[in-house]
Nanobody, 120 residues
């Protein structure tokens, strides 16, 4: 059974930084693409960033390009989201997701989420 557990959220001032982590278990982590999504109350879940199984290719939402960096350590079964220059509009619950079938780009597994609040 695939499990994803996020950590690293919290309260940060505008302009600050946070690094989120997502630890995966239950299958061979390095075979699958991973992603980060975020959601605020009353809004649809939004794609933030994605990374291929090898880490060789990444993608980002326009709203976070140049500020956020996704990475992975396959030896540690962990994917990261480094968030810099945070803005109040980045406030959300951030969840990691794992591709269900390798190579499809479809995310089938989700973590419980971690709250990020950007406020002075």
């Amino acid at each position: 059974q695939v499990q994803l557990v996020e950590s690293g959220g919290g309260l940060v001032q505008p302009g600050g930084s946070l690094r989120l982590s997502c630890a995966a278990s239950g299958r061979t982590f390095s075979n699958y693409a991973m992603g980060w999504f975020r959601q605020t109350p009353g809004k649809a879940r939004e794609f933030v960033a994605g990374i291929t199984w090898s880490g060789g290719s990444t993608s980002y939402a326009d709203s976070v390009k140049g500020r956020f960096t996704i990475s992975r350590d396959n030896a540690k079964n962990t994917v990261y989201l480094q968030m810099n220059s945070l803005k109040p509009e980045d406030t959300a619950v951030y969840s990691c997701a794992a591709e269900g079938v390798a190579g499809t780009g479809a995310y089938s597994y989700w973590g419980q989420g971690t709250q990020v609040t950007v406020s002075s």
